[in-house]
T-cell receptor
Framework: EAGVTQSPTHLIKTRGQQATLRCSPI?????VYWYQQALGLGLQFLLW???????NRGNFPPRFSGRQFPNYSSELNVNALELEDSALYLC????????????FGSGTQLSVL | GQQVMQIPQYQHVQEGEDFTTYCNSS?????IQWYKQRPGGHPVFLIQ?????EVKKQKRLTFQFGEAKKNSSLHITATQTTDVGTYFC??????????FGAGTILRVKS
């Protein structure tokens, strides 16, 4: 069974640009979560999608947005990049029910110069 | 909002010594999950505790859920170099999001 896949692995952008990160969940999983992990810090919740709908978002500005496609894959868009957006962005999937364990992808390392 | 606090932030132990990380929530939790992230890796699910006072073991790892369901601990007996990494606890927050503690970084000296 394939795990959660994320692309690209690394992404280098300059301040003010836009970044798009992609995630494919485990087959059969309908929920996708995005977390930001800045260097040496914990996981900060960004967004949760389930069945194509945004269900919850964390305390991040509106320039962080995303969507979930009919095949349950998801993308995270970050507009007007700032230096402090540099972080590892982790996607996780679950079966969608509450209290389900999360399966994480390997992440996209975003560097903003 | 709900907060999950974890201590210590960092622990460096000699191989063979025991290790414990503690997790405290500002609210009562329906369940608590533990994850491990190896250096350079991604978080991997270890276990979920649901019942008040629950204790679960996985080989040298012992997980406990407090009676009030507001705290939890992970204890590793006789650490090995393979135990290095960051251990996170996580509890369900408002709207089904999983709120993670800041993690405890474990380093093991051989």
């Amino acid at each position: 069974e394939a795990g959660v896949t994320q692309s690209p692995t690394h992404l280098i952008k300059t301040r003010g640009q836009q970044a798009t990160l992609r995630c494919s969940p485990i087959s059969g999983h309908t929920s996708v979560y995005w977390y930001q992990q800045a260097l040496g810090l914990g996981l900060q919740f960004l967004l949760w999608y389930d069945e194509g709908e945004e269900r919850n978002r964390g305390n991040f500005p509106p320039r962080f947005s995303g969507r979930q496609f009919p095949n349950y894959s998801s993308e995270l868009n970050v507009n007007a990049l700032e230096l402090e957006d540099s972080a590892l962005y982790l996607c996780a999937s679950s079966r969608g029910a509450t209290n389900e364990k999360l399966f994480f992808g390997s992440g996209t390392q975003l560097s903003v110069l | 909002g709900q907060q999950v606090m974890q201590i210590p932030q960092y622990q460096h132990v000699q191989e063979g010594e025991d290790f414990t990380t503690y997790c405290n929530s500002s609210t009562t939790l329906s369940n608590i999950q533990w994850y491990k992230q190896r250096p350079g890796g991604h978080p991997v699910f270890l276990i979920q505790l649901v019942k008040s006072g629950e204790v679960k073991k996985q080989k040298r790892l012992t997980f406990q859920f407090g009676e009030a369901k507001k705290n939890s601990s992970l204890h590793i007996t006789a650490t090995q170099t393979t135990d290095v990494g960051t251990y996170f606890c996580a509890g369900p927050g408002w709207g089904n999001k999983l709120v993670f503690g800041a993690g405890t970084i474990l380093r093991v000296k051989s």
